[in-house]
């Protein structure tokens, strides 16, 4: 095993940025890779095995890249620009965060932060329809949102409707009080609250008033055709066949539309099928439709997220396994 020294300059108005809070992000590296950072006078020395200390390279090389871009180091952007070198794509990185949608109220940027998500946002650029198939936390609601609000702002559509399918999730509520709107707000929440944060309350309520945007939930599709609108279908897993079916053929000129699910987090009762695995069957093939899966890999939540929703992949995955060995030796 051979040593290597390797220097990189990291400015110090940006070293506690890329190093993190109590130096967390550069003490994971060194346990990641096995080398040791000395950072003196703006430089930051790297003392490891000669490829391990390469990568690490690489990997400071991006994160003070996306620092001198004006973003702030977290550590999701860490682990996924360490993956990212194991898979010999962390040039990707900058690249991804050079990919604008649109600021937030406060003005914050919102931008793609994974490759997965990055394909995700051009096959709503590009297609007509877009079916974003992923776990909880990989952004697929909130860049759709970003992307319609964008869109309706440029006047590239003249409204925006967001709908979900109102079901419980896995418990009874019973009556709940109130008018309808008051009876539907709880299942839609989810998609207030990004609206909110991108376009502001005020702004959501004035073109609200005007029809420009809407939010619904599902059954208040049916007999509409939707022409020059941006239409986002939230929790499609939790859709009948049928309701998909009505769904899709709402569409009309001059439309876009994104469709988002994740197929392990069914509400709808025990045996009944989902319309958004069946559309996807029945889709796949056509053209102006994209079907985009994102991963564990793409969670941009709390680490922790990110690692429940492997551990749920890793169990779901022994669990078909064990089940279909068990069928086996019964046949």
Known sequence: MSLSELMIDIPAEHEANVFGQFDSYA???ERTFHVTLIARDGQTKIVGENSAAQ??????????????????????????????????????????????????LQGKPVKPKTLGQKRYVD??????????????GTGKTYLAMAMAITAFKRN??????????AIEAGEKLGFLPGDLQSKIDPYLRPLYDA???????????????????EVAP??????????????????????TPAQMKMFLTRIGFGSKVVITGDST???????????????????????????????????VRHPLVQKIVKAYEDYEKKSAARQKNTRRRKA
């Open 27 to 29: 003490k994971k590296i």
């Open 156 to 165: 590239e559509v003249s409204r925006i409707i967001l709908t979900r399918p």
């Open 218 to 239: 599902l059954a208040y599709m049916r007999g509409r055709t939707l022409d020059n609108a941006f239409i986002i279908l939230d929790e499609a897993q939790n859709t």
């Open 55 to 104: 990568k690490v390279l690489r990997i400071l090389t991006q994160l003070v890249e996306l620092s001198r871009r004006g973003n702030t180091i977290t550590e999701q952007n860490v682990d996924y620009a360490i993956s990212l070198v194991y898979e010999d794509q962390e040039e990707d990185l900058v690249a991804i965060d050079k990919d604008l949608i649109c600021y937030t």
């Open 265 to 299: 987090q069914k509400d709808l009762p025990a045996g009944a099928a989902s319309g958004l695995d069946v559309a996807v069957q029945v889709v796949k093939n056509l053209d102006d439709i994209t079907i985009c899966s994102l991963t564990s890999k793409d969670v």
């Open 195 to 213: 609206l909110y944060q991108i376009m502001g309350a005020e702004s959501f309520i004035k073109n609200s008033e005007k029809g420009l945007i």
């Open 123 to 136: 096959a709503i650029r590009e297609g007509m329809i877009t079916f974003g198939l992923g776990p909880a």
